[in-house]
Nanobody
Framework: QVQLVESGGGSVQAGDSLRLSCVAS????????MAWFRRAPGKERAFVTS????????SYEDSVKGRFAISRDNAKTTVYLQMNSLQPVDTAVYYC?????????????????????WGQGTQVTVSS
């Protein structure tokens, strides 16, 4: 059974940085695409970033481009989200997600419906 466990969330000031981690277990990690989504208060879950199975291709939602960076360490079965220059609008619960269906593909998907496995989420709160 696939398990995804996020960590690294917290409460920070605007302009600060955080690094989120998501450790996967229960399946081979090296051939899966991964992503981060977030759900802000009162809003629907939204795409943040995704990375392909080898880490050679990533995509970002426009508002986080240049501030956030996704990476993965297949040996540690972990995907990371480095978040810099955080703003209050980044306040949300952040979820990592995994899909088995994009092995070998250059692009990782951005739709939540493309991901079969989800973590429980980690809260990020940014105050001004």
């Amino acid at each position: 059974q696939v398990q995804l466990v996020e960590s690294g969330g917290g409460s920070v000031q605007a302009g600060d940085s955080l690094r989120l981690s998501c450790v996967a277990s229960g399946r081979t990690f090296g051939n899966v695409a991964m992503a981060w989504f977030r759900r802000a208060p009162g809003k629907e879950r939204a795409f943040v970033t995704s990375i392909n199975w080898r880490g050679g291709s990533s995509s970002y939602e426009d508002s986080v481009k240049g501030r956030f960076a996704i990476s993965r360490d297949n040996a540690k079965t972990t995907v990371y989200l480095q978040m810099n220059s955080l703003q209050p609008v980044d306040t949300a619960v952040y979820y990592c997600a995994l899909t088995d269906n994009y092995s070998g593909r250059y692009y990782a998907p951005y739709r939540a419906s493309d991901y079969e496995h989800w973590g429980q989420g980690t809260q990020v709160t940014v105050s001004s």
